[in-house]
Nanobody, 115 residues
Framework: QEELVESGGGLVQAGGSLKLSCAASVSFFSANTMAWYRQTPGKQRELVASISSGGTIVYGDFAKGRFAISRDNSKKTVSLQMNRLNAEDAGVYYC?????????WGQGTQVTVSS
């Protein structure tokens, strides 16, 4: 089965940092664009960052300058370093593999930002 498993979520103070990881047991990982999405209260699911097989990176506006996405094809992992977190960043973060014929999603990891 194709599976994505996120880890690294948890409680962080406002202004702090957190690093999320996604272990991807998927076919043709190195050829797939990988991405992080998030679901925050009152908002639609939105792109946090994506990284293509060639290393092209796209960030959501809120993530620019604060978050960094990276991938390790040998380990089939994708990471998201999040810095200067604020209350608006709290929510569930999901890993996605863009493949063929299907995209695959992880179950998500919760990020909580304390006051």
């Amino acid at each position: 089965q194709e599976e994505l498993v996120e880890s690294g979520g948890g409680l962080v103070q406002a202004g702090g940092s957190l690093k999320l990881s996604c272990a991807a047991s998927v076919s043709f990982f190195s050829a797939n664009t990988m991405a992080w999405y998030r679901q925050t209260p009152g908002k639609q699911r939105e792109l946090v960052a994506s990284i293509s097989s060639g290393g092209t990176i796209v960030y959501g506006d809120f993530a620019k300058g604060r978050f960094a996405i990276s991938r390790d094809n040998s380990k089939k992992t994708v990471s998201l370093q999040m810095n200067r977190l604020n209350a608006e960043d709290a929510g569930v973060y999901y890993c996605k593999s863009q493949g063929w014929p299907h995209d695959y999603w992880g179950q998500g990891t919760q990020v909580t930002v304390s006051s």
